[in-house]
């Protein structure tokens, strides 16, 4: 399932490489991270004089080439891959953000999003300061740029007074002159870790798995409230925030992760086969077939089979290639509708009792037209199947998924539910399921589940950025 | 795995829409066909009076935008998606190709390659006829514009004339002022089908699956040797070239198309599964778990797990956003190799002996680092079975996968190919395994896993194009 | 006077350089001919091997940097600056044309227009070649293909064939694997001339100012009717069609080569200077001050100054920095104008009586607005001198300047069009003194003002070209 | 004589228009202004919600279009031209520069250099205020975002506090959210002026001359240390800052501003005529004719030629055409030096004894090869005469012509300077002789002949700005 390019569940990176550049392996890392956020990529660095950058629009192998990547000179450097958002894409709406302070370049690359945003932002407009951009990245960036006292080193100590102020969610790599710093909100509602490069060096990254692309190995996960600083000589962590109940975000095993990404000790594909085990016991199916919505279902349906002693199958082909297409079909185009994306598979489907497994449903645009789809390839019964609780809140932690009214398990009841996509049957998996499949029954975010946030949300209506254009 | 950019399999697709613009539905066609090319993509249409054209290099969404499809007028329109050869990608190489004669607009797409093309272009350059590019279809196009007698329809006559003096493989749509023809070969190397569109007209396209996206439905093949018109008043089938022994790529089955394609009246996917199947009799293993390489075998795998009563499980994860990427990595990320490309996963193959299916092996380069990486995420043994039988000989039809030299299975003996990659023990699917899951022993070209050519060729080097440059 | 981007005398270089790159003095010499135009630029050359070229729309400095410079190898170069026509700027118009050929690499640059184009195009349509444009010089390249007998150099044989069948005006350039050829048509209309390089090596141009920006002195005008071959060893010159009645077209005096172009031995400048001062004598002004069109008048202004005693100044201003803007003037600001180009001088203008002088006017739309301008800035009385005749009839040479109806001297008489401008007094420059001033009464082609065409034309409208788009 | 590409000397245009787009006749504005700076071009505008805008490198006419000018909404406007200074060109730095602020909008677009901006930025920088650019004018805008106190219009009083703490040139056109500024320093060393839309409305422009082009009729100048709002109401002059000693920049009069702009009452045609005149009566020389350098010259040379009572005429051809071409020539080519921007004309040269009239010399290097090229086109003697004194000294408001060492008559006598060049003879305008052609002997600025600066400046190295890089 998609959450259809809302959410704004960023990617980050950042290197420290004595004696070669820091660019690359920072460039490899937003590779292997670029299923978090393909609308915009950049990467800043240092070489202790000056800072470069490079950012553009699109994915991270199409903003950068060796022309580019090469002036990013030094042995610091620090990488985001952006994610699709409402509005229109513009540049000055990808990051790192860079500006020069009295204590030289400041970059920051942020994963998630700042509940009280629009408040900081008001208050620095009013101290004076200008905003190029209406971002919750630009408000942390100004923050860290005012003065603080209290810390040997003056950046510890501004890091400081953002985990006072901020409220939200927010895994950061800073650029500065002499080090980076990688550090999560005292909830670690996103992810970060730290690895030790193979070359000499330290790397952080969102996942675990884009440390292998930077060639490195896994160290340690960022303590939610703890900072920590790289440089040439080594890093060493700050515990910067007093601890707060842990939240780490429920929907990074559910879908956003990548499968082979290890959070807090689980390996994201084990979780998902788990997913979809415990959904087999707690709604089987009377069925000959097991299918997922590829790609990212088919870890959930193969955990499904497997509990349920059915037949797994590739029902659905997905289309490699799909890309952002903004050819409008005609009339007599339009009816072809979800099938540039998938296509179904007669051989698997007809007249069989199918299972559709999916990770999740949001919004339920897509459950529709995929129940069609597999009805017309000769499938005699679909009974879906969805291997989390259903989304009846919104996200204000950075997964953007949409409003309360866009939420389809916020407006109707199960059974509306289900003749809306047409399904047969269709079940979800309980919150305790999913708790079971996850491991633990503490330490998550799961507010768009159970409706409980960690902390407290004013769902206002963010301030609407008044600047328009590139440059 | 993959053929590594060497083969030329092209996708062709053209639409005959009276009353509204052909180019729309022939950009669905080369959308859903982007899997046969992708280094380049063009669109020629005609509206009666002039024609036009727009082509570009990338895929069909990178190339084609409303500004400058909606110029591409008329109810007639082919297409063209090009595969990725050897030697400098050039615009001049992308097709349609298109000239004016004096019957008016000829436009050709191309899938195949002609055998005698050689001889062919010397002739045609000995006639004062100059050539714009060093390809076989620019042959055809010179070949076809010359004037011929003996048809009512004087495109007939050419095409006849062309059945007679090419050899090799052909699939062609071709533009005209009033009409468009899709024809194939007398051997039919290359599958090409048309289609009824929902909105009124006719449809052609390289495989069955695209004519869904292209808003039509399945009517039938063209014969090998046979040419269909169509125009705004439907179609008409000639049969210009007498029949000649058979010849479908069995490598279309194999890997190439698409997997709800169907091709000869057998869904691809369903054989695929067969062929997993048959492996699975033929070269069992002792083991614990199947593991498909993703995504072109993973129906091999599905099948031979299913036959050997083991658990099929998802060992390794493809990056979804891998593309060209033209930043080379340092030497302490060069170790990082194939991890760009796929990432196993500890769950599924710790202290497990793994089957690894893989469609085919050419080369030989991507197994071994696969084999690799499953040991180095803890893989106790690993069977790599191969789902067709050894690649020992070239192809000159179109899928110009590799010289003699460079097919890992002509060089070496199957007990050298399973050291060098590295496997604890090594299958492929017999030759007569093969043809059983396919579910026919006659009609098919094999010539690269038997050398039996089904015409005469001549591996001669290919005449250099001597023109250089854009423009 | 402007002609308003709708004649076609564009300008060719070439280049036969040992022991280095000869596409770098093309390069210069295409900078130094950018006023014969700026639409689009392009170079071929050859190694010896193979052919390189590099096209591209706009000018010479816009389409080339290093990058694109430097693959066009080896020691023999053509290039071609073209002229903004009516109709779609497109690239598959720019020139050099390049193909294959029986005997290797065929590029073509023409400076001219072929008046039996359509009759030629067509018989080679006939004859079953394909074209992939409407151009004239693709006419002239696919005659070039052809086989053709009689000579010790098979493509002095193909030149004296198309100096026997073309009519009309080409002043051209050909490149061949081996050599490069500089050819005039018999009539001589367009200029061209040959130039020693040096640093060893000859050069060929439109026009003798562009010889010492290739780093060449000059050498020789090619006379008309003859082709010089220029290899690596030196050059020769081959008389190939017989004599015909001279006609250097007497518009490249008035106005459209450089002023420091020597044609026919005499400095262009020079006689624009007399053009001025015949002018002075046949029709005197009681005036102030006298006053040019910028900059293409200033010559023939000075020219009448000088003449008449009277000072000449400065009184309009022209923006050096204007190019294409494609934005459309509100309607407020419509009323602007010809300010855009211009300005004028208050402080020269006010309470005088001007003579204004211009070069030439065609259509006419000029002259109106300049003449207000002056008023509005305070001229008393403006009295427009032309230094030359009025134009009443097209070109079919190759200034393609405008249709019959289009010429406001084939539509008003002198009366009417001083009316039509707005000025006090009016008045052309006789046939007699053009001539006088030119300093010669023979051989050269002014049918634009007298109607006497050289040839027989038939003004026939140009064959449709039917293909549309790029690539 | 072309100063080399190292001026700072912007221009700037704004715009209030009731009732239709501000954006456009800006655009037109910037087009009149191009030979201020063809760097990089930009338009911000304001609908009284949002701000919006667009920016680019190169000349505005490339920069704009309709598709990137029309989003450009609203009645309030306001653009900016830059020239290139050292350094790299970077997008960062084209203006206007815009910030959201407490008030809403802010945009700067600046004409000019402040002499304490290192200082001002520090102390910026030092309050907690990041910057994104080394820029002068965003210290400027970051001044003006810190709230101040004292007037009845917030943006007033922060202009007031502005003008008390910036020392140099500094002619501003700012846009808000309600109404544009348009302020000159209280020197008034850089030109402004306001003029009346005749579609309604009022413009701002730096010169006179691009009013017209505007749409407008000038109005007044605004006053050194006053401020004009503008809003759709109609406009209100401010006196801000107590007067200073005026101190307009006299190099504008010889060199920089268009010749038909007005400046403090007098036109510069007509100044640059009498600084020729002047030169004529000081500096007479026994010769033929007299020739000016193409364009900037042309007017001086008149005035010369016409109070020596010789003939003047046009001996250097310039190319109209010459632009940035990043073509290196090889060593054969490299002889050709200057021959790519000037021509000369033997007609008038040859044998004749020529007064060449250059408007200044700053760094030498153009004389010289301008001298050379008149005698090889056959000059027996050429006497140079430049039109205004000396230029000794740098400048520090905003010509930044070049460093104290670059300055050719810092470092030489006028013998040796003759000398280098390599003319017969070698005057200068004497500093009272360009008093008297300007018509006034208070209110200019002319430190660059006089070193007499108008406020103490520190020839401090500027404060290297660390961050490198686009977006």
């Known amino acids: 399932m998609r959450l259809g390019g809302m959410h704004e569940a960023c990617g980050v990176a950042g290197a420290v490489t004595p004696g070669r550049q820091a660019a690359r392996p920072v460039f490899f890392g937003l590779f292997a991270l670029q299923h978090r956020g393909q609308e915009a990529a950049g990467i800043a660095s240092s070489d202790g004089r000056a800072a470069y950058i490079h950012k553009g629009l699109g994915r991270v192998a199409q903003v950068f080439d060796e022309d580019n990547l090469r002036p990013l000179a030094g042995e610091l450097a620090i990488g985001h891959n952006r994610y699709s958002t409402t509005g229109a894409t513009q540049l000055r709406n990808a990051q790192p953000h860079l500006v020069e302070t009295v204590l030289g370049p400041l970059a920051v690359a942020h994963n998630g999003n700042l509940t009280n945003a629009r408040a900081l932002r008001r208050e620095l407009l009013e101290a004076g300061i200008g905003f190029s951009s209406g971002s919750d990245t630009e408000v942390i960036l100004r ?126 594909h084990a979780v998902r086969r788990r997913l979809g085990a415990e959904l087999a016991r707690e709604a089987p199916a009377d069925a000959d077939v097991v299918v997922g919505v590829p790609d990212s279902a088919t870890a959930h349906a193969l955990g499904y089979a ?47 009792r199918v299972v559709l497994v999916d990770d999740s449903i949001v919004r339920g645009n897509t459950a529709g037209p995929l129940v069609r789809l597999l009805r017309e390839a000769g499938a005699r019964e679909v ?62 975010c799961d507010a768009c589940f159970s409706g409980r946030y960690p902390l407290a949300v004013e769902p206002a209506a963010p301030e609407e950025d008044a600047l328009v254009g590139e440059g």
């Open 306 to 352: 497997e509990a349920a002693g059915l037949p797994f199958a590739e029902g659905l082909i997905k289309n490699r290639y799909i890309g952002r297409t903004f050819i409008e079909p005609d009339d007599a185009l339009r009816k072809t509708g979800v099938r540039l994306k998938y296509t179904p598979l007669a051989s698997v489907l007809a007249d069989r």
């Open 143 to 268: 923050l860290l740029a005012l003065p603080a006292e209290g810390s040997e080193d003056p950046w510890i100590a501004r890091i400081g007074r953002l985990m006072a102020r901020a409220e939200g969610a927010y895994a950061l790599v800073l650029l500065t002159r002499e080090a980076i710093y990688a550090l999560r909100d005292p909830w670690g509602f996103r992810p970060l870790v730290v690895g030790e490069l193979e070359g000499g060096g330290w790397a952080a990254a969102s996942e675990s798995s884009a440390l292998a692309t930077m060639g490195a190995r896994p160290a340690f996960e960022v303590e939610p409230g703890s900072v920590v600083r790289i440089d040439r000589e080594g890093y060493r962590v700050h515990e910067v925030a007093a601890g707060r109940p842990r939240a780490l975000c429920v929907f990074e095993y559910v879908y956003f992760a990548r499968p082979d990404t290890v959070l807090a000790g689980r390996e994201v």
């Open 383 to 444: 009974h879906l199947r969805v291997a989390s609780p259903p989304v009846r809140h919104p996200c204000f932690m950075g997964l953007d998924m949409a409003t309360h009214d866009e939420l389809i398990a916020h407006r109707l009841e199960l059974e509306a539910i289900r003749a809306h996509v047409g399904a047969d049957s269709l079940a979800y998996l309980s919150h305790a399921g999913m708790l079971r499949a996850v491991g633990t029954r503490t330490g998550l």
